[in-house]
C-alpha cells in the first residue's frame, strides 16, 4: 500500500512538471533556450532505506541546482540574502526537469538529473533580495604554474611541480573558468628551461596556440630563502 502511495505522489509530481513544460511550449513566443537556465549532472546518492522518499531525492536535486546556478550569476557575498529561499519557491522557477540516469548499487540509490529554471522568475527573485545578476559565461584558458626554486637550483614545470598535480582537484560545476594544464611535452619542457632566466618576457602565446586557445595565465612562483615571490 505504501508503495502505490509513494507512487502517487511520485506521479503527481511528473504530472506537474509536465504540465508547466507544455505550457511553456504551446504559449512561448521567444526561442525557449533564451529564457531558460539549465543545470546538467546534478548527483545525488542516497542509502535505500524503509523510508525511502524518490520525491524527497529529486527535490533536494532542486535545491542543489538551484544553489549551483545561484553561485554562477551572482557575487558570493551576495549568497547569504538567499539562505532563506524556501523549496517551494525554488520549485515555482523550475520550467523541466529530467532524470537521465538512475541506478541501485549496495544499496545506494544513485540518480543523475538536469533541472531547467526559468529566467525571469531567477531573477524575480534576485530583484526582490535587491541582487544584481550578471549570466554565467564560460570560458577556456591554458593555466602553467612554473615554480622556480633556487634553495634546491631546479625549475618545477610539470609533473614535478605540486601546483601543476593538484590544480584541478576541487573543482565545481558552478565555476566558470575551465583551466588547461599543458602535457608534459618535451619541446615545451625543453623551451621553458632554455628560457628560465627570461621567463617574465617570454611570449607563450605559442604555447596557448598548441590548444586553440587565446587566453593564458602564467604563474611564476620563486622560492629564496625559505621566502616566496608570486
Do not use: C
Amino acid at each position: 500500500m505504501k508503495f502505490f502511495l509513494k507512487f502517487f505522489k511520485l506521479s503527481n509530481l511528473y504530472r506537474y512538471f509536465l504540465i508547466l513544460a507544455l505550457l511553456n511550449i504551446f504559449f512561448s513566443t521567444a526561442n525557449a533556450n533564451t529564457k531558460i537556465f539549465t543545470i546538467e549532472d546534478i548527483k545525488i546518492s542516497t542509502p535505500f532505506e524503509i523510508n525511502f522518499d524518490k520525491n524527497q531525492i529529486i527535490e533536494e536535486g532542486f535545491v542543489q541546482a538551484f544553489n549551483q546556478l545561484i553561485l554562477s550569476i551572482i557575487k558570493s557575498k551576495d549568497n547569504i540574502k538567499l539562505e532563506k529561499i524556501s523549496l517551494g519557491q525554488i520549485k515555482g522557477t523550475i520550467e523541466t526537469f529530467s532524470i537521465k540516469e538512475e541506478k541501485f548499487v549496495n544499496k545506494i540509490y544513485h540518480v543523475k538529473m538536469n533541472v531547467s529554471f526559468n529566467k525571469k522568475s531567477i531573477f524575480d527573485i534576485l530583484e526582490n533580495q535587491n541582487i544584481f545578476p550578471s549570466l554565467p559565461v564560460k570560458k577556456n584558458l591554458v593555466f602553467i604554474p612554473i615554480i622556480i626554486d633556487y634553495d634546491n637550483r631546479e625549475t618545477q614545470i610539470f609533473n614535478e611541480n605540486v601546483i601543476y598535480k593538484n590544480w584541478n582537484e576541487n573543482i565545481k560545476n558552478f565555476h566558470l573558468l575551465n583551466y588547461i594544464l599543458p602535457t608534459s611535452d618535451i619541446e615545451d619542457y625543453n623551451f621553458l628551461k632554455k628560457n628560465i632566466e627570461n621567463i617574465e618576457n617570454i611570449d607563450f602565446s605559442k604555447l596557448a596556440n598548441k590548444y586553440n586557445l587565446q587566453d593564458y595565465i602564467i604563474s611564476i612562483i620563486y622560492k629564496k630563502n625559505k621566502k616566496i615571490k608570486l
